[in-house]
Structures are given as structure tokens and as C-alpha cells.
């Protein structure tokens, strides 16, 4: 059974940096995409980041420049480096892996607030 987790999220200044973590189980094939999306209460999901086949990325105009997608060393494992964070990104922040389907993590909140 595949299983997503994200880690990472937390409280941060204006103008800080996080990284988040995504790992995904259940399966001993590479996933090649996956994708960062991220909600604010009220609002619908918004695709932040996400890395494809050939690490290609793309990024959301919002977080262009600031925010950098990448896999990690070990098998399925993906990154969220999160630098001049802004209180416009507080926001729960899922990763979702395509394996087939699409799988979701529960998610992991940050908030961007002095």
C-alpha cells in the first residue's frame, strides 16, 4: 500500500526559509512525478511545485524563484526548499505522487508570521 508523508512545515519569520520533506512507501518502483500542492482554509488546492521525469520542474508564478523542488538521495523522496517565505504562503502543504493514482499525504502546515 503506497503511503505519502510530508514533513517539515512550522512556524517561520518573514523572510525565512523552510524545507519540507516528502517520502513515499509501498512501492519498490520509482516515482517520477510528484508535486507539492498547498491550501489555505476556505480555498481550493493550488499546485505549488513539481518535479517530472528527467527531474524536469515547474513551478506556480507565486512561489517562481523563491521555493526549489528536488529529489532526495534516497528512493522516492522529494524536497520543498522554501526561502523568502511570505505570510501569503501559510498554507498546509501536501505532496502528491502519481503511481498509477494519485496519492496524498496528510500534510504539513506552514505559517509565515512575525
Known amino acids: 500500500q503506497v503511503q505519502v508523508v510530508e514533513s517539515g512545515g512550522g512556524l517561520v519569520q518573514p523572510g525565512g526559509s523552510l524545507r519540507l520533506s516528502c517520502a513515499v512507501s509501498?512501492?519498490?518502483?520509482?516515482?517520477?512525478?510528484m508535486d507539492w500542492y498547498r491550501q489555505v482554509p476556505g480555498k481550493q488546492r493550488e499546485l505549488v511545485a513539481g518535479?517530472?521525469?528527467?527531474?524536469?520542474?515547474n513551478y506556480s508564478d507565486s512561489v517562481k524563484g523563491r521555493f526549489t523542488i528536488s529529489r532526495g538521495n534516497a528512493k522516492n523522496t522529494m524536497y520543498l526548499q522554501m526561502n523568502s517565505l511570505k505570510p501569503e504562503d501559510t498554507a498546509v502543504y501536501y505532496c502528491?505522487?502519481?503511481?498509477?493514482?494519485?496519492?496524498w499525504g496528510k500534510g504539513t502546515l506552514v505559517t509565515v508570521s512575525s
Open positions: 518535479i517530472s521525469s528527467g527531474d524536469i520542474t
Open positions: 502528491k505522487a502519481y503511481h498509477g493514482l494519485d496519492y
Open positions: 509501498g512501492t519498490m518502483l520509482t516515482i517520477h512525478n
